[in-house]
């Protein structure tokens, strides 16, 4: 299994990427895997984060906003460029040894999430910053099917089945907000970028609060994109790495924890009650990693480590790449 994941990861890494949306995001497609196994070490694991798989649709609008999108998707200025979005995730957790279907009180437990995302992209040029809010919407559980794909793509590897989701955290609604963000913090040459973050979520999903400093080094266009087309897309090759040290205060989470509204018709309860782990209040990270971009097409990798969400696990790592494939020739440009 080990030997045919890797060479997945090879083939896909050695697709052509670039790293920035902004002014290049009139109908993309993005599709993203994260994965345990993909490790740049070789120190693949299955456990905890274990997979996260997503689909989702970049564009830019003709019209003005209604609705939603006007009313709590918040713009960086009345000359900002506006990226939309709408993607399908789903995701799983489990504990270390999933070969074995007793529930571990000092582990994971296991748990999936399906959900849609619905958000917004505000660049600002000018000032070199942007804002980023999202509204999350999906279910957590059963409903999920966590279980059935897992099991679906462990077999197509053959790979152990997992056995243990007879003690999965019960099914309960998500719906979260969450916004960032981001401000340029040093930009001596064009090749050099460093700007700071913040981030707040809050829902039945996770409610959480985070800070980081990102920097990249390379081939690179403008971060937060340009008034002018030529300047904001004026390399049509990028090549660069980045890191970005990470903290978070984390104050619920529904896939460590269970959910808010969960069902009462399970045996979580008692699997609580025996429950030894607690989540991590704190947590410290480091993601870093490559991206390559020949015109609108990208692909990025990154590697995510953090210090133990739950007590007693140990810190963590997953691997995350990113393709980014344009669905239009031409790029629009609000006025």
Not at 94 to 105: E, L
Not at 160 to 188: D, H, I, S
Not at 262 to 285: A, P, V
Not at 297 to 310: F, P, V
Request: proline fraction near 4%.
């Amino acid at each position: 299994m080990k030997i045919l994941l890797w060479g997945i990861f090879i083939c896909l890494s050695t697709l052509p990427i670039q790293a920035q949306i902004t002014q290049n995001a009139t109908r993309q497609l993005r599709i993203r895997e994260e994965d345990d196994f993909f490790n740049v070490w070789g120190r693949g694991t299955d456990r905890g984060y274990s997979n996260g798989t997503a689909i989702g649709y970049v564009y830019m609008k003709k019209k003005k906003s209604t609705f939603i999108d006007k009313w709590i998707f918040p713009k960086a200025g009345p000359y900002a460029v506006n990226v939309f979005e709408w993607e399908l995730m789903q995701i799983m957790i489990t504990p270390d040894q999933i070969a074995d279907s007793a529930f571990n009180p000092g582990d994971f437990y296991y748990a999936g999430a399906l959900f849609a995302t619905h958000g917004l992209t505000s660049y600002n040029p000018a000032k070199k910053y942007l804002i980023h809010s999202e509204l999350v919407f999906g279910v957590l559980g059963p409903w999920a099917g966590g279980e059935q794909a897992q099991r679906f793509v462990h077999r197509l590897i053959h790979y152990q089945e997992p056995e243990g989701w007879g003690n999965q955290v019960p099914n309960a609604p998500l719906l979260n907000y969450n916004a960032y963000f981001e401000k340029m913090l040093w930009n001596p040459v064009k090749n050099v970028e460093a700007l700071g973050g913040i981030q707040a979520q809050a829902g039945t999903m996770m409610t959480s609060l985070g800070a980081w400093v990102y920097g990249r080094y390379g081939l690179i266009n403008p971060y937060f994109g340009a008034l002018d087309l030529n300047t904001s897309a004026r390399r049509k090759f990028q090549l660069y790495i980045f890191a970005r040290p990470r903290f978070a205060m984390n104050l619920f989470n529904a896939l460590l924890q269970g959910g808010i509204f969960k069902s009462t018709d399970t045996n979580f309860e008692e699997l609580t009650n025996q429950q030894t782990s607690h989540m991590r209040r704190f947590t410290i990270g480091m993601d870093y990693g490559i991206g390559v971009g020949i015109g609108r097409t990208s692909i990025r990798y990154t590697q995510q480590t953090a210090t133990a969400w739950m007590s007693g696990t140990g810190k963590h790592s997953v691997g995350s790449i990113t393709l980014l494939i344009p669905l239009s020739k031409a790029t629009y440009f609000p006025q």
